[in-house]
């Protein structure tokens, strides 16, 4: 009976903590041991059994790796080293040039180490840089690119690495420059379109699998007409194109215009102390495996037992800080050798 009900609480657990993944560890370590306290107590004979169960609690809990940043678990992997949930990646070690040291760059979801929803990209500034969705660690999806001034500079859907459908590329003023339409094979097929800076159109035609198809007009940035070129499978008949002088301005339809992203805020690395929740964890400077920044035992968000490295903007250790019981007790420099 104790080991059916044992066996139930581990069911349920599983399947609630599924709808709050960033809770998983800490509810899944306390419903184990639960299971352990009661099969202990209650049941003597099944000691081998909690046995096993304290076994799974200590490869559970401690075989994860994790970040915190805003109150929020971030970088995670689980214990088949598998990245999960949301990460954030910051700059380090001039890893991405350009970014200040601990700049944010990207960030998104991964779900068994692939990527999945929408990730998004930043410049230097702080702007975003691109927004693009994923599926299967593989780009699908809407997908936008920015300028470095935050307006939009091309969006349109991928999948399977292919244009699909509606696909639009702005010039850097935010007036659209290439209206385009794909198939589902990834050519232009239709109605294609082509704008000046001002606004006018430059180009439009026709395309069939890729290949201009009919006739296509194209116009001086005035508005005037400056050619009709007739093409048959990608290929121009110039026996029947005609060439136009640069005639008087003509008010054609103008091309939209796209406003500028919203800046997003920027990002800064957390400078709290040991807020993961509690048991025993290590985390890792700026998620750095070579650095350890944090190592030891944690209780209400709070290190109670065990270091915390400092370091400084280029990631050089300035001293270390040990804690007992909750407490500061020890101070030591790096390369000083000694302590207060």
């Known amino acids: 009976m104790c080991k ?21 560890l800490a509810l899944w370590a306390f419903f184990l041991n639960f299971a352990y ?13 909690s046995t096993a169960l304290f076994f799974i609690i200590s490869c559970t809990s401690f075989a994860q790796t994790f970040e915190m940043y805003k109150g929020d678990t971030i970088n995670r992997k689980d214990p088949q080293d598998q990245r999960q949930g949301h990460w954030l990646v910051f700059n380090k070690s001039n890893s991405n040039p350009g970014y200040a040291e601990g700049q944010l760059v990207e960030e ?24 693009i969705a994923f599926a299967n660690n593989q780009p699908n999806g809407l997908a936008k690119f920015y300028y470095e001034n935050g307006r939009l500079q091309e969006e349109g859907n991928w999948k399977e690495r292919k244009w699909v459908g509606n696909y639009k590329y702005y010039h850097e003023n935010g007036v659209l420059f290439y209206d385009w339409q794909f198939n589902a094979d990834g050519k232009r097929e239709g109605t294609q379109k082509y704008y000046y800076a001002n606004g006018n159109p430059m180009y439009e035609g026709d395309w069939r699998e890729g290949k201009e198809s009919g006739i296509l007009k194209e116009y001086y940035e005035n508005g005037s007409l400056k050619a009709e070129k007739y093409f048959n499978d990608g290929k121009i008949d110039p026996g029947t194109s005609k060439n136009y002088d640069l005639g008087n301005p003509v008010d054609r339809p103008k091309a939209p215009v796209v406003l500028p992203a919203a800046e997003p805020k920027k990002e800064e690395i957390p400078k709290e ?59 030591k420099f790096a390369g000083a050798g000694d302590s207060k």
């Open 4 to 24: 059916v009900i044992a066996i139930e609480l581990f069911r349920r657990a599983e399947v609630f903590i599924r709808k709050f993944e960033f809770l998983k």
């Open 37 to 49: 306290i009661f099969l202990w107590l209650y049941k003597p004979k099944m000691k081998k059994l």
């Open 108 to 131: 998104g979801d991964y779900f068994n180490n692939k990527k999945v929803g929408v990730w998004k990209k930043f410049y230097p500034n702080n702007k975003l840089k691109s927004e």
């Open 273 to 331: 102390i040991g807020a993961i929740p509690d048991g025993q964890f290590t985390t890792y400077y700026k998620g750095d495996k070579t650095k350890i920044e944090k190592e030891g035992m944690f209780k209400d968000k709070k290190l109670v037992d065990g270091k915390h490295l400092i370091y400084d903007a280029s990631g050089k250790l300035i001293k270390t800080l040990f804690f007992k019981s909750g407490k500061l007790v020890e101070t």
